[in-house]
């Protein structure tokens, strides 16, 4: 089957820098999502991932390793505003795209 | 950039009742469609994948008969939600792709949040 594999939450302070991992096993493999999802809102579209290699993106910045099935999020200087569920999601090779459950990440004063 | 608008952003209604949640596509032509329902303090589910014209395909164990989606035109899809009952209750979300970005990311509406009394 397929699956994507991310913490179910985590804790960092505001300032601070946290690293969100995520694992997949997926049938073909067209793209690596990390969607923004605030409480009672849809995501938001943070990176795409298509080739190995780190995509930054001011705060955000996010690593794809195919061959590990292995990507991570990273947001530094956090903000309190960075309390959200991250979600990792990957287009198979049908272009459907597998959702993982999401991590919950608080940030602390 | 690409702006999906959904509609109503919340609805709150009697059992029994039907309900239709309509998702439009501002500023491009949606070629494909998808409707997600999502549980408190859980992921998205994909409900349907719709294409312009064509029949919906729905994901296993979502009835058909139920959510009945519409996509006729390449701007607009309508999910409607028949006979709502409480366990109906959810965060309905549609998101869009254009012509030639299956590999892209979706572009989500707000969401529509239904509650059956």
């Known amino acids: 089957g397929q699956n994507i594999d991310q913490p179910t939450e985590m804790t960092a302070t505001e300032g601070a820098i946290v690293q969100i991992n995520c694992t997949y096993q997926?049938?073909?493999?067209?793209?690596l999502f990390w969607y923004q999802q605030h409480a009672g809102e849809a995501p938001t579209f943070l990176s795409y991932n298509v080739l190995d290699g780190l995509e930054e993106k001011g705060r955000f910045s996010s690593f794809l390793s195919r061959s590990k099935g292995y990507s991570y999020l990273l947001l530094k200087e956090l903000q309190m505003k960075d309390s959200a569920s991250y979600l990792c999601a990957v287009k198979d090779s049908n272009y459907q795209l597998i959702w993982g459950a999401g991590t919950k990440l608080i940030i602390k004063p | 950039g690409a702006v999906v608008s959904q509609h109503p952003s919340w609805v709150i209604c009697k059992s029994g009742t039907s309900v239709k949640i309509e998702c439009r596509s501002l500023d491009f032509q949606a070629t494909t469609m998808f409707w997600y329902r999502q549980f408190p303090k859980q992921s998205l589910m994909l409900m349907a994948t719709?294409?312009?014209?064509?029949?919906?395909?729905?994901e296993q164990g979502v009835e058909k008969d139920k959510f009945l989606i519409n996509h006729a035109s390449l701007t607009l899809s309508t999910l409607t939600v028949t006979s709502a009952h409480p366990e109906d209750s959810s965060f309905y979300i549609c998101?869009?792709?254009?012509?030639?970005?299956?590999?892209?990311?979706?572009?989500f509406g707000d969401g529509t949040r239904l509650s059956i009394l």
């Open positions: 998101s869009a792709l254009g012509m030639g970005e299956g590999n892209q990311p979706q572009h």
């Open positions: 719709s294409n312009e014209g064509s029949k919906a395909t729905y």
């Open positions: 997926t049938s073909g493999f067209n793209g």
